[in-house]
Nanobody, 121 residues
Framework: QVQLVESGGGLVQAGGSLRLSCAGS????????MGWFRQAPGKEREFVAA????????YYADSVKGRFTISRDNAKHTVYLQMNSLKPEDTAVYLC??????????????WGQGTQVTVSL
């Protein structure tokens, strides 16, 4: 079992930056692919970025490509999402997830509770 705890969300002005962290438990953290998703009020959960267990493979949603960077530190059991040039439409609850397969869909096994990101004009 893997438990995930996100942190780093907050309120930021458009054009600003935030770095989200997701700390995972368990000794097999490096064997899991990790994903970041987001969900805005009244909208479906959507894929943001994903990274393989070694960190060599990454995927991004077109809407964040070039602005967001996903990375991981397996020694710290943590995955990060660096978000730059934030836009109001990036406002959402951001959730991290762990699974056995690198995927852009929501078929991950484990999910965190999420952290709120709000981008103001």
């Amino acid at each position: 079992q893997v438990q995930l705890v996100e942190s780093g969300g907050g309120l930021v002005q458009a054009g600003g930056s935030l770095r989200l962290s997701c700390a995972g438990s368990g000794r097999t953290f490096s064997s899991y692919a990790m994903g970041w998703f987001r969900q805005a009020p009244g909208k479906e959960r959507e894929f943001v970025a994903a990274i393989g267990g070694t960190g060599l493979s990454t995927y991004y949603a077109d809407s964040v490509k070039g602005r967001f960077t996903i990375s991981r530190d397996n020694a710290k059991h943590t995955v990060y999402l660096q978000m730059n040039s934030l836009k109001p439409e990036d406002t959402a609850v951001y959730l991290c997830a762990a699974g056995r397969k690198l995927s852009t869909s929501t078929d991950y096994y484990y999910w965190g509770q999420g952290t709120q990101v709000t981008v103001s004009l």
